[in-house]
């Protein structure tokens, strides 16, 4: 009774918070779980019952709860279309925290995040190790370009899937980044421009360093002066989602520490989950009274997708129409479109590269089912989820996909393979613009 009554105070912190929710249920018709499991308990009306429970003393289990948790994409999707404006991602987030410090992480996820990926050096080198190692693991046979397939079917993290490689050479090793980094030369740096801290990300960095560069390249195009941190480190989200604040903590205040050696107008980054991590995440799930978060705010104030930042009014216009033009269709992730509103630009950028011809696909913000760490421990609900985007993709007879996010090319580039469709390829949209003239960058 005595633990049932303690974590009822504890979950109680949340009340105001669930208390908005009147039970509606709009929340059930956009949720990407109900719509394969058909179940209550999935979607956020069911959720914060849950929650509610707890805090009545009628729910006892933790375990159970965090797992029903778990079972969540932190899409968004149900915060959009909430009529009563319920913070369904904030409740999620601060309820997984509670329960993480009440019940406990596992040691594998204490390791992992607080010891690996809260650091960047330690990270770095598991990493590159990795790359030289995955061959053991990864085939290319039958498998479509950009993309490995598992040695063994039976691998218990891939079962299966289909992912991009590791890159030999991450983008904070390669010379171009080398070049940009705190107390090194920086081209153009006695211009009159804009500083650019290009935030890369971890899967920009170790698994397309491409994107990375050619960013770069489109931001000192577009008259910014672009640098980077010295030494990034993971932008939080994955701790966040599993409720390691501790770790989260870790992460952000060891970013805090590198870009205060530097002076910046914006912070920008081409990985639509490290946007709304940085510009939303943060602020949302710190402490106000803490000597922190007023430099939490002001980052939050400067950070903006490359999307976001290049697409608006200025960006170069197509000058030609080409008949010979490639179909390319977009895929709005999440986090871009949903938590941050932004879903014209993307597609603006790509209407800039006269070779490609803009195609919309079914529900192109509809989720593709990756949700970072849940496309790996719920991986057969993340292919489900999946085969419908397919779908939609395969429906519009495009030969490139674009996005924004890297764990949505991660997803979608594994489902076209797997599927067998080698001919279609996917890419992120500043490679498209890069290719614009008066660009050609790449």
């Not at 959720?47 to 932190?74: H, P, T, Y």
């Not at 170790?206 to 990375?212: E, M, N, R, V, W």
């Not at 939490?296 to 697409?311: F, R, S, Y």
């Not at 030609?320 to 879903?343: E, I, M, R």
Request: proline share 5%.
């Amino acid at each position: 009774m005595k633990k049932l009554t303690e974590l009822a105070r504890l979950v109680s912190q949340l009340e105001e918070l669930t208390s908005a929710c009147k039970k509606c249920g709009a929340c059930q018709s956009v949720c990407p779980i109900f719509e394969q499991t058909g179940m209550e308990k999935d979607f956020a009306r069911g959720k914060i019952a849950v929650l509610d429970g707890v805090m009545e003393q009628v729910v006892s289990n933790s375990g159970a709860v965090l797992q029903r948790l778990d079972n969540c994409l932190l899409c968004g999707s149900c915060q959009t279309v909430c009529p009563n404006r319920v913070e369904s991602l904030r409740i999620f987030f601060s309820a997984k925290k509670i329960l993480a410090n009440y019940k406990g992480l596992s040691p594998a996820k204490k390791f992992l995040f607080r010891q690996i990926l809260a650091k960047p050096y330690v990270f770095n080198s598991v990493l590159s190790i990795g790359s030289l190692m995955q061959g053991l693991v990864l085939k290319k046979q039958g498998a479509a370009p950009g993309t490995r397939a598992p040695r063994f079917p039976a691998s218990l993290i891939l079962e299966g899937r289909h992912v991009p490689p590791l890159a030999q050479v991450p983008f904070h090793k390669q010379k171009t980044a080398e070049s940009l980094k705190i107390g090194l030369p920086v081209e153009n740096s006695s211009r009159d421009t804009k500083r650019a801290l290009f935030f890369t990300g971890c899967l920009i960095d170790k698994i397309f360093p491409d994107i990375a560069k050619t960013s770069v390249e489109v931001l000192k195009a577009r008259g910014f002066t672009p640098v980077i941190l010295e030494d990034e480190c993971c932008c939080g989200i994955p701790a966040l989602s599993s409720g390691d604040h501790e770790a989260f903590t870790q992460m952000v205040r060891h970013n805090l520490a590198q870009m205060s050696k530097l002076r910046f107008d914006i912070l920008v980054t081409a990985c639509a989950t490290c946007a709304f991590t940085i510009k939303k995440a943060w602020p949302m799930m710190w402490d106000k009274a803490d000597s922190d978060y007023e430099k939490i705010e002001a980052v939050a104030n400067k950070t903006a997708d490359i999307t976001q930042l290049l697409g608006g009014p200025l960006v170069n216009k197509k000058t030609v129409s080409n008949q010979n033009a490639v179909p390319v269709t977009y895929h709005d992730p999440c986090h871009l479109k949903k938590s941050l509103g932004v879903s014209e630009e993307p597609r603006a950028l790509i209407n800039a590269n006269p070779d490609c011809r803009l195609v919309e696909m079914a529900a192109p913000d509809a989720c593709c089912g990756m949700g970072g760490g849940f496309g790996v421990t719920h991986l057969q609900m993340s292919a489900a989820i999946g085969a419908s985007k397919l779908q939609s993709i395969l429906d519009t007879g495009s030969k490139i996909v674009a996005t924004t996010c890297p764990a949505c090319m991660i997803q979608i580039a594994g489902l076209l393979s797997k599927a067998g469709h080698k001919d279609i390829s996917v890419c992120h949209v500043i490679e498209l613009y890069a290719k614009a003239a008066p660009f050609d960058v790449v």
